[in-house]
């Protein structure tokens, strides 16, 4: 069976980390560009970062650059977000998606809640 598992999420206070692992089991997911989505109650699900197959490049939604990092380790079929100083608005459900190129979504994870609050 072919399935993305996220895991990480929890209640974190502003400023706080947590990382974020995206794990594939019934395929090899370095033939795959992964991207990280995120959606808000009452928002639309958007874009957070995506890294390439080979991870040699990377992309961000600017709200995000410069606090979060996506890396992946192709010999434990996982693809990582490091989160840092969260804010509230980073607050959603994330979402792992793997695709022939960046943003594109051939396989989904259940996803993994995150809540920013004091």
């Known amino acids: 069976q072919l399935q993305l598992v996220e895991s990480g999420g929890g209640l974190v206070q502003p400023g706080g980390s947590l990382r974020l692992s995206c794990a594939a089991s019934?395929?090899?997911?370095?033939?795959?560009?992964v991207s990280w989505f995120r959606q808000a109650p009452e928002r639309d699900r958007e874009g957070v970062s995506c890294?390439?197959?080979?991870?040699?490049?990377?992309d961000y939604i600017d709200s995000v650059k410069g606090r979060f990092t996506i890396s992946r380790d192709n010999a434990k079929n996982t693809v990582y977000m490091q989160m840092n100083n969260l804010d509230p608005e980073d607050t959603a459900v994330y979402y792992c998606?793997?695709?022939?190129?960046?943003?594109?979504?051939?396989?989904w994870g259940q996803g993994t809640q995150v809540t920013v609050s004091s």
């Open positions: 998606a793997a695709g022939d190129s960046c943003w594109s979504r051939d396989y």
């Open positions: 019934g395929f090899t997911l370095d033939y795959y560009a």
């Open positions: 890294i390439s197959r080979s991870g040699g490049s990377t």
